[in-house]
């Protein structure tokens, strides 16, 4: 049997889901004891098999913040393709300090509605991206990814 985009993206976000009320702690990969931005989206999408398992820490918390390396995007782009058009299942990575460093898992294409572990609300948790004034500010500039799109942005 023959599984559909649809499916699989459903997939990813129900895996995605699981994860909310999960505290915030950097560097770790527990669902219901802690995750950051960037681990989940690691759990995700290899909880659902559309990824080899992988682990790209260690990293510093804030290494963002001091460094102007990819090292984030990097992550994203060896495994995502950019799209310019996000449909739910696909992932939307912003700016923060210097380099992009924070990344979500769509969940509604409009309004944009994310699944993201938030350091400041201290957990994952889903929302519309325009009730977060952090991620509405301009210099954010979010890139939208997807493993299933072969069209480049």
């Not at 990813?12 to 999960?22: N, P, V």
């Not at 219901?32 to 999408?45: Q, T």
């Not at 790209?56 to 290494?63: G, I, K, V």
């Not at 460093?101 to 325009?130: N, R, Y």
């Amino acid at each position: 049997m023959q599984v559909l985009e649809q499916d699989w993206r459903g997939a990813l976000i129900a895996e995605a889901r699981k994860w909310i009320g999960t505290p915030y702690h950097s560097c770790a990969d527990v669902r219901g004891a802690g995750v950051d931005c960037g681990m989940l989206l690691v759990r995700v999408f290899v909880d659902t098999g559309l990824c080899a398992p992988f682990d790209p820490r260690p990293y510093a918390e804030d290494w963002h913040l001091h460094r102007s390396e990819e090292k984030y995007l990097g992550f994203v782009e060896g495994r995502l393709k950019e799209v310019s058009e996000p449909k739910p299942g696909d992932v939307v990575v912003f700016r923060y300090g210097r380099c992009y460093s924070h990344g979500a898992i769509i969940t509604k294409a409009v309004p944009l509605t994310i699944i993201h572990a938030f350091q400041p609300a201290g957990m994952v948790f889903e929302e519309e991206v325009s009730s977060n004034a952090a991620l509405c500010d301009p210099c954010r500039t979010p890139k939208f990814f997807s493993y299933w799109e072969s069209s480049a942005a």
